[in-house]
Structure formats: structure tokens, C-alpha cells
């Protein structure tokens, strides 16, 4: 069974930083990409960064220049570090895994909390 589990939200002031991490299990996918996505109340759930087994990389334009993700194959963790937080990041904070060249995501973690205060 695939599995995935955020973690590493909160509460932080404008300016501030946070790392989520996705930790991710279950799958023997060969090509995959796992993303972050994000949603905030009465909004679209919208892309924001994902990864390839590659190590090619992906950013939403809101976020370039102050989110970086990352993978450790060893942990099995895909992390989102956020630097530079805006009140308007605020939102669940969700990961997901597809199989490539697939473009819909198969598998969801729960979500996790960011909220960033002015």
C-alpha cells in the first residue's frame, strides 16, 4: 500500500522559514515524481513544486527563488523548505506521488497546516 505523510507545518510570521517533509512508502515505481501541492480555503488546489527520480525539479512562478525541494532515497523523504514565507502561502499543504509519464497523481498524503501570520 502507498503511503505518504506530511509533516513539518505550523505557524510562522512573514519572513519566516519552514520545512515540510513527505515521507513516502509502498511504492516500487521505477520513473516517478512526487509533488507538493497546496490549498487554500475557497481556492483551487494549485501545483507548487515537484521532483523526478531524475532529480529534475519543479516550481509554481509564486514560489520560485524562495521554496527548494529535495529528495533522500536513503530516508524516503521528499522535503519543501520554505524561506521567505508570505501571508499568501497560507494554505494545507498536501504531497503526492505519479507514476511516469503518467500526469495524474495516483497517491495522497493527509496534509499538513501552514499558516503565516503579517
Known amino acids: 500500500e502507498v503511503q505518504l505523510v506530511e509533516s513539518g507545518g505550523g505557524l510562522v510570521q512573514a519572513g519566516g522559514s519552514l520545512r515540510l517533509s513527505c515521507a513516502v512508502s509502498?511504492?516500487?515505481?521505477?520513473?516517478?515524481?512526487i509533488g507538493w501541492f497546496r490549498q487554500a480555503p475557497g481556492k483551487e488546489r494549485e501545483g507548487v513544486s515537484c521532483?523526478?527520480?531524475?532529480?529534475?525539479?519543479y516550481y509554481a512562478d509564486s514560489v520560485k527563488g524562495r521554496f527548494t525541494i529535495s529528495s533522500d532515497n536513503v530516508k524516503k523523504t521528499v522535503d519543501l523548505q520554505m524561506n521567505s514565507l508570505k501571508p499568501e502561502d497560507t494554505a494545507v499543504y498536501y504531497c503526492?506521488?505519479?507514476?511516469?509519464?503518467?500526469?495524474?497523481?495516483?497517491?495522497w498524503g493527509q496534509g499538513t497546516q501552514v499558516t503565516v501570520s503579517s
Open positions: 503526492a506521488v505519479r507514476r511516469l509519464p503518467k500526469s495524474e497523481y495516483d497517491y
Open positions: 509502498g511504492f516500487t515505481f521505477d520513473d516517478y515524481a
Open positions: 521532483i523526478s527520480n531524475d532529480g529534475s525539479t
